[in-house]
């Protein structure tokens, strides 16, 4: 009767005082645990194997303890849940602590008695990491989540491989673990590190979760994935950048599988505006994860036909206009990964590959005129006239191609350029010229029809995007082009700036 008197009053003590002490009275209690606290140790896989704990001794604590332990640990978590918000009981939330992880160990000391699955309690100490998560204890919370990780691992039961329940302890486990990194926001690149291990550990065992696990668990590891490559994107130059790519990569496959896959494309768009924001860090480490997200979402986008190749447009866009501002090398690197994502596209995403060609095409011309501007070319009237009429060196053949390009889009989005202005002398001879883009059924027709509509506004802001270096380069030197340029020298770049106006001002009308 006294025991039953005791255990009814800690458990009253646990359940509503709001004094201690606490933790203090229960390990009293369980005392006659204290001869079983050798085997409390955590796994060593190489140490010796412990001779098995004396089932003599084991059964009589179980038989007496087993209630009362169940109880406690049924109670804690509520408790704690309830005094989170309350500054001034943090003594006692100690305490609490104190007392669930002796609870915990104590049950796990008899579970050879118990008629549960090996790793049982192993789900105990996942709801005791995601208390100590809960209420700011995240180291507490990365040390009890390990241990688990680790017991874990040395489990060997028949049917381990394909136990469900089993994989969800395990998932659960390294959600906390990630969780903890993203609300630590470290500086210390062995915790992402970490992370990235046990998240592909962690994805060999969704693989025996039944639909709503994985989804739901899916879900929560993306989301704090996202959370970590956010605060790597933002401190990207306290880390080392093969890392922060490798995450990026990484976090961005699995938000493209996930059930939050509706949020990719925002993801992305957030990644790049924290990523250009940061004008006073070294170039080359941004533009690396710029091309990242991009290829992300282009591959994306060769999965996905329907809303994906209007998010990457988008993007693009997007990256394309800040580039203008961030300097030479954002131009012309990004230029360049453009025309290769553009070249890698499939004819059945047309126009998607058009328009981000004509992004690089604008990107090119930026890159020259910003060079212009700032001096690196040199300023005689020689240089000045070349730039304007021969418009740009010849970067792998950009203004060249122009007129193939806008020769492809004007034909896939039927506008015609003023053909009284077309050189003849132009030859759409190359790659995207030869681009055969009438359809050859009526579903085709139809399909066409539906990507022209969808697609037009990106397309008019990418002509418009091409436009503007011109523009400001023609009306910068107006007065050599109308009096002292040979009219000999006005070749087939002239002609192609002035199908690319009239192309923009076909498409613009055609929009009021």
Request: with cysteine; hydrophobic share 40%; proline share 3%.
């Amino acid at each position: 009767m006294a025991s039953a008197s005791t255990e009814s009053s800690l458990l009253s003590k646990l359940e509503t005082s709001d004094s201690t002490p606490i933790y203090s009275l229960f390990a009293d209690y369980l005392r006659p645990f204290s001869d079983l606290q050798n085997d409390n140790t955590k796994p060593n896989p190489k140490s010796k194997p412990k001779a098995k704990p004396n089932q003599n001794l084991i059964r009589p604590l179980a038989k007496k303890f087993l209630a009362f332990l169940n109880n406690s640990i049924t109670i804690l978590p509520k408790r704690l849940s309830n005094l989170q918000s309350k500054d001034d009981h943090q003594t006692l939330v100690d305490e609490l602590y104190d007392t669930y992880r002796l609870c915990l160990n104590c049950l796990e000391l008899i579970s050879s008695q118990l008629a549960c699955k090996p790793y049982t309690i192993q789900l105990q100490r996942v709801r005791f990491v995601c208390c100590l998560v809960a209420s700011g204890k995240g180291e507490d919370a990365v040390k009890e989540g390990l241990r688990v990780l680790e017991t874990l691992r040395m489990m060997d039961f028949e049917g381990k491989c394909g136990d469900s329940e089993f994989g969800k302890v395990f998932v659960e486990a390294v959600a906390a673990i990630v969780q903890c990194a993203a609300v630590g926001r470290s500086k210390d690149c062995e915790v992402y590190r970490r992370v990235l291990g046990l998240f592909q550990e962690a994805k060999c065992w969704f693989m025996v979760l039944d639909a709503n696990a994985y989804t739901k668990l899916h879900r929560v590891l993306v989301s704090y994935l996202g959370k970590c490559t956010q605060h790597l994107v933002e401190e990207i130059m306290c880390f080392n950048r093969d890392l922060v790519r490798e995450f990026c990569e990484a976090t961005l496959t699995e938000y493209a599988k996930s059930s939050m896959k509706d949020q990719f494309y925002k993801f992305c768009r957030r990644l790049c505006f924290t990523l250009f924001s940061l004008q006073e860090s070294k170039p080359s480490p941004i533009i690396e994860i710029i091309l990242c997200v991009l290829d992300s979402i282009a591959c994306q986008c060769k999965v996905e036909l329907d809303n994906a190749g209007i998010e990457l447009v988008e993007l693009v866009s997007y990256c394309a206009n800040k580039c203008r501002t961030a300097g030479t090398i954002f131009c012309s690197t990004i230029a360049g990964h453009l025309n290769h994502i553009g070249g890698h596209f499939p004819q059945v995403i047309t126009p998607v590959d058009l328009i981000l060609r004509l992004y690089a095409t604008g990107l090119y011309l930026t890159n020259y005129e910003v060079k212009f501007r700032g001096g690196d070319l040199t300023s005689t009237r020689a240089a000045k006239d070349e730039f304007v009429l021969c418009c740009l060196p010849d970067d792998g053949d950009q203004l060249h191609n122009l007129a193939s390009l806008l020769n492809a889009l004007g034909s896939y989005f039927s506008f015609c350029c003023a053909k009284n202005f077309v050189s003849s002398s132009v030859e759409c001879e190359d790659s995207i010229s030869q681009l055969h883009l009438q359809p050859d059924s009526e579903s085709s027709i139809t399909s066409m029809q539906k990507n022209r509509e969808a697609y037009m506004l990106s397309y008019l802001n990418a002509l418009k995007f091409l436009c503007l270096p011109l523009a400001e380069q023609v009306n910068l030197e107006k007065k050599e082009l109308v009096s002292d340029i040979e009219a000999a020298y006005i070749g087939p770049q002239l002609c192609s700036i002035q199908d690319a106006f009239y192309q923009f001002f076909d498409v613009f009308f055609s929009q009021r």
